[in-house]
């Protein structure tokens, strides 16, 4: 298997337009999880998905971010409109039971 | 709620080991994790440990679990340059599948 793969690894934008972020996860796993890293606030679950259903929302940080999981191959993080604040690494990972795998993450950068 | 707390930087020279702690303060905790996290990388699971061990060793890494004390380590044996990473301690509670909690790493600088 590839991993946990998402698109694109780098992104930048300017302020006020807005950005999707995607993954892929492994084949076969139930749950998909979506993390923000930035150095003050280290690793922070934005949500997490079983079954392709949004089981806790609650690190979503406003309205401006958005994520769906239309099947079990594919989930979206979307940030509209976008601001510089929302720059940071942002990680999918998935896991069929006890151990949870990375993708190599997002890279995005608001100006 | 939960909360998961480990030091913020750990030097040590090659070939001496490297005992990184980690508390946590879920106490319904079920698995405890080890992620590592090289420059521009993702995560990668080095190890985890169920709750009702209290020891578990792979290779030149050995993980302790103090149930009682809520704290957890991870002992990497003759460590090398090629350890130098943040590590991550994380946790989740009840049962497998829910959302990891991460510590804010540690990060292991290793001296020739």
């Known amino acids: 298997d590839a991993g946990v793969i998402q698109s694109p690894r780098h992104e930048v934008t300017e302020m006020g337009q807005e950005v999707t972020l995607r993954c892929k996860p492994i084949?076969?796993?139930?749950?998909l999880f979506w993390y923000r890293q930035t150095m003050m606030r280290g690793l922070e679950l934005l949500i997490y998905f079983n079954n392709n259903v949004p089981i806790d929302d609650s690190g979503m940080p406003e309205d401006r971010f958005s994520a769906k999981m239309p099947n079990a191959s594919f989930s979206t993080l979307k940030i509209q409109p976008s601001e510089p604040r929302d720059s940071a690494v942002y990680f999918c990972?998935?896991?069929?039971?006890?151990?949870?795998?990375f993708g190599q993450g997002t890279r995005l950068t608001v100006v | 709620g939960e909360d998961v707390e480990q030091s913020l930087f750990l030097s040590v020279r090659e070939g001496d080991s490297s005992v990184i702690n980690c508390t946590y303060t879920?106490?319904?905790?079920?698995?405890l994790y080890w992620y590592k996290q090289e420059p521009g990388a993702g995560l990668q699971l080095l190890t985890y440990i169920f709750s009702n061990m209290d020891m578990k060793q792979d290779q030149r890494l050995t993980v302790l679990l103090n149930k009682k004390d809520k704290h957890l380590s991870l002992r990497i044996a003759d460590t090398q340059t090629g350890d130098s990473a943040i590590y991550f301690c994380a946790e989740t509670p009840n049962q497998a599948g829910t959302a990891l909690i991460f510590g804010k790493g540690t990060t292991l600088s290793v001296s020739s």
């Open positions: 990972a998935s896991t069929g039971g006890t151990e949870a795998f």
């Open positions: 879920d106490s319904s905790s079920t698995y």
């Open positions: 084949s076969g796993h139930n749950s």
